[in-house]
């Protein structure tokens, strides 16, 4: 997922900086991801989520206990699997290579097709990104978090 992440900012020609807060995010996101629900409740004011997505906010909380204060990598890490409206460009771009990351293993035809156009149809990809995270949620009948209905909302307006 950096690496994806890098090659987007680097066809986008962000600052070395800006680049390595990609990498970092990529490389982050996901750090809880093993540790039980139970054991990340007590990482701090975590949403009222289901269990499998509070490694996101739970990596937030522990990555600014450690003096993290990059506001919008920390919203794009707490963030990644839900999205949020006020996402900037890394939130955006983390929360869809989340979703297109060629290691994952479903609708690789399709994710194929979203990741090759990218990162020049950025807001035609995040949108087709959203809408398929979402479909996902309604066709297993899955509790859709608030966030991602205002984050659709604030893509499509």
Same mark, same amino acid.
């Given at each position: 997922m950096a690496r994806l992440l890098d090659r987007w900012a680097g066809a986008l020609d962000l600052p +070395?900086?800006?680049?390595?807060?990609?990498?970092?995010?990529g490389l982050l996101h996901d750090a809880l991801r093993d540790a039980s629900p139970d054991e990340l409740r007590g990482? &701090?004011? *975590?949403?009222?989520?289901? &269990?499998?997505? *509070?490694?996101?906010? @739970?990596?937030?909380?522990?990555l600014r206990g450690e003096g993290?204060?990059?506001?919008?990598? *920390? *919203? @794009?890490? +707490?963030?990644?699997?839900? &999205?949020h409206p006020d996402f900037g460009p890394l939130g955006?771009?983390?929360y869809m290579a989340d979703y297109l990351d060629p290691g994952r293993d479903f609708a690789r035809e399709r994710r194929a097709e979203l990741r090759d156009r990218m990162p020049e149809e950025r807001d035609r990809v995040l949108v087709s990104v959203v809408a398929a995270r979402i479909e996902h949620l309604l066709e297993r009948k899955s509790f859709l978090v608030p966030e991602s209905v205002h984050y659709w909302n604030s893509r499509v307006a």
């Amino acid at each position: 997922m950096a690496r994806l992440l890098d090659r987007w900012a680097g066809a986008l020609d962000l600052p +070395s900086r800006d680049r390595r807060r990609w990498r970092a995010a990529g490389l982050l996101h996901d750090a809880l991801r093993d540790a039980s629900p139970d054991e990340l409740r007590g990482a &701090g004011q *975590l949403p009222d989520w289901p &269990g499998p997505l *509070l490694h996101a906010p @739970a990596c937030a909380e522990r990555l600014r206990g450690e003096g993290v204060d990059d506001e919008p990598l *920390l *919203l @794009a890490v +707490s963030h990644h699997p839900v &999205g949020h409206p006020d996402f900037g460009p890394l939130g955006d771009h983390l929360y869809m290579a989340d979703y297109l990351d060629p290691g994952r293993d479903f609708a690789r035809e399709r994710r194929a097709e979203l990741r090759d156009r990218m990162p020049e149809e950025r807001d035609r990809v995040l949108v087709s990104v959203v809408a398929a995270r979402i479909e996902h949620l309604l066709e297993r009948k899955s509790f859709l978090v608030p966030e991602s209905v205002h984050y659709w909302n604030s893509r499509v307006a």
